[in-house]
């Protein structure tokens, strides 16, 4: 199949492809989505075929207008009614127990659906044009890191998919905070650029789920089912290296060769001899969440490079959503020097 590429006021256009049935990758304001009428089975499995992602992850439902979420919830609690007229439109999405109206293919089977009503224009006009709601995962082949460009969408996805409509370049660069409220106290099943500690300022304690920074054990049932898949993996070794600035530059300044690359940021650069790849600055986590996904591409276009030593970020506020994307790209492989 060809895949058209959509410009920005080709938003009708994008919701007739959806409308028929196709899939069409959308921008987001975290990353590129892979959208399908949310309310249509079929369409909703060619999602799954198309990114090769098993049938037991759920999707997130995306929605134009907050008030949109309540055909798809049973009950909507004080504190997600709260963090809802807090932040959105924007990264922040909920789980709660999902009405009739959420087709199983959606949720997985679960009783319970994630519903997200971002930020990006372009996305939300192609969902208010469809009148449906859109299930959108990243679009990305399953274990691959998540597109934050059109480029990244083309790589994985050309010719599998109906259309990509060319939103530009991300701003946010990581997935969409997810918290449940599916048990009676909150909890973060995949942390995003909407921090525990603003969500907390509002709505007191959230508690965060052991996958986001561990691995799952062994029979151990997973909240988020798309937390015990490999997930953001170049085709080279990632090794998390947890060490100050000069321990961690002396570090891979010793153990360098052709095949070493180090993932650092912009401020280390200079003074690493081998090869390198920044993400983003030391202090900035947030210029950290916007690159990390396209430095983790830019390590597979190396063919050479076999092990990565990166850098590990700064565990606070976004800093948290990007380690817990590294370890996952690292295998949960960690150095501590
Ligand atoms: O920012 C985002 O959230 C992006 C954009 C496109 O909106 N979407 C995204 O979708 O990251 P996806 O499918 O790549 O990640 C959704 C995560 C997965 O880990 C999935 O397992 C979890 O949310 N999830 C979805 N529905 C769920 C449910 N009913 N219960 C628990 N976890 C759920
Ligand atoms: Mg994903």
Same mark, same amino acid.
């Given at each position: 199949m060809e895949t058209k590429l959509l410009h920005q006021g080709e938003e009708k256009l994008a919701a007739e492809i959806l409308a028929a049935?196709?899939?069409?990758?959308? !921008?987001? @304001?975290?990353v590129y989505g892979l959208g399908a009428d949310g309310l249509n089975e079929e369409a909703i499995k060619k999602i799954f075929i198309a990114k090769g992602r098993p049938a037991d992850n759920p999707l997130i439902l995306h929605i134009a207008e907050p008030q949109d979420i309540l055909d798809l919830v049973l009950t909507l609690p004080p504190k997600a009614s709260t963090l809802i007229d807090e932040f959105w439109?924007?990264?922040?999405?909920?789980?709660? !127990?999902?009405?009739?109206?959420v087709p199983s293919a959606v949720s997985a089977d679960l009783p319970n659906v994630a519903v997200r009503c971002p930020a990006n224009e372009s996305i939300r006009l192609v969902i208010k044009y469809l009148k449906r709601p859109i299930a959108a995962p990243s679009a990305n082949i399953s274990g691959k890191p998540s597109p934050t460009k059109v480029s990244h969408v083309l790589q994985d996805l050309n010719g599998k998919i109906d259309a990509i409509l060319?939103?530009?370049?991300? @701003?946010?660069?990581?997935? *969409?905070?997810?918290? *449940?409220?599916? *048990?009676?106290a909150?909890?973060?099943?995949?942390?995003? *650029?909407?921090?525990?500690?603003?969500? @907390?300022d509002l709505v007191g304690d959230i508690a965060v789920d052991p996958a986001v920074l561990g691995r799952i054990k062994q029979g151990q049932k997973a909240l988020s089912p798309g937390m015990k898949y490999t997930h953001y993996a170049p085709r080279a070794k990632v090794v998390v290296v947890k060490a100050d600035k000069e321990t961690y530059i002396d570090f891979v300044n010793k153990n360098s060769s052709e095949n070493i690359l180090s993932l650092c940021f912009e401020e280390d650069k200079a003074r690493i001899n081998g090869k390198s790849i920044s993400y983003g600055k030391e202090k900035d986590t947030t210029s950290q969440a916007n690159l990390f996904f396209d430095a983790l591409r830019k390590i597979d276009n190396l063919p050479e490079i076999e092990l990565v030593y990166a850098r590990c970020p700064y565990m606070q506020g976004v800093g948290l959503a990007v380690y817990n994307r590294l370890i996952r790209a690292a295998g949960f492989e960690v150095i501590e020097l």
């Open positions: 049935g196709g899939l069409v990758a959308l !921008p987001t @304001e975290t439109p924007g990264p922040l999405t909920v789980i709660l !127990p999902k009405t009739k109206t060319d939103g530009g370049d991300c @701003e946010l660069g990581l997935e *969409s905070t997810v918290v *449940s409220f599916v *048990s009676k909150p909890c973060i099943l995949r942390p995003g *650029s909407i921090t525990k500690e603003q969500m @907390e």
